[in-house]
């Protein structure tokens, strides 16, 4: 049976969570970058930007054929966007992340159990036997309920809104409107501790919050492996 686990990853905007997801990969994870597959889905000539084409207007295209993101961003998050604005952005871009999320995460499998494998048969029960795929969803709280995945673990990374605010402005050149109207289009922490199992708190000195992940990788690992030996275990269901 192969050895698998798949983990959900969020956290507040600017909160750390880039960091969190770096060190799973460093750690030996295959991690699913949400953030990327949003842009990917809406690349030019893709479906999805037509899409958001029609629904949006030509506004919504730039010059070169990308999607004019500054004029997105003010008309989905502005303070004068429409109600509606985000979940009609949503309903384009979420399918099509959710096919290329799935069809990541049967290629990684596909290949590492084929890789296991041949390990198994030299006598090798090596960590790398091990697969861990991390979901890395900034808007997982939003989506819970209609993603097409199931989770062993959900990990929130969270941080206090000021210092959140404060990194926007430093490192992405945000206003403080900007970065409290993105803050208020996302869950609220409530949420996103209500639908994780795991908090890891990104305001404690960089090596602690990196010892941290470190033992949970290491744990999940040794879960995974035991639950492995054991068909007439279920899976944990989040």
């Known amino acids: 049976m192969r050895k698998f686990m798949r983990i959900g990853l969020t956290g507040g905007i600017a909160a750390g969570k880039t960091t969190v997801s770096h060190r799973f990969a460093e750690l030996g994870a295959t991690l699913i970058d949400y953030d990327q597959l949003a842009r990917q889905v809406v690349a030019p000539g893709s479906v999805g930007l037509r899409r958001i084409v029609e629904t949006f207007g030509p506004n919504a295209l730039a010059p070169d054929g990308t999607m004019n993101r500054g004029w997105m961003a003010e008309h989905v998050f502005g303070p004068d966007a429409p109600a509606d604005a985000l979940e009609r952005l949503n309903t384009i871009e979420h399918p099509l ?132 030996s054991s068909t007439s275990r279920p899976r944990l269901q989040i």
């Open 97 to 228: 992340i959710y096919a290329e999320a799935e069809r990541l995460e049967r290629a990684a499998l596909s290949v590492r159990h084929d890789g296991a494998d041949a390990s198994a048969a030299d006598g090798d029960d090596a960590v790398g036997a091990v697969q861990i795929v991390v979901h890395d969803i900034p808007l997982l709280a939003e989506v819970i309920d209609s993603i097409p995945f199931r989770f062993d673990h959900i990990v929130t990374v969270e941080a206090p809104a000021g210092m959140r605010i404060a990194r926007m402005m430093a490192t992405r050149g945000m206003s403080r409107a900007q970065a409290e109207d993105r803050i208020r289009h996302q869950s609220s922490v409530s949420e996103r501790r209500a639908i994780a199992d795991i908090i890891i708190d990104a305001t404690q000195p960089l090596p602690d919050m990196l010892a941290q992940v470190d033992r949970l990788y290491a744990g999940w690992v040794k879960d995974a492996r035991r639950r492995s």
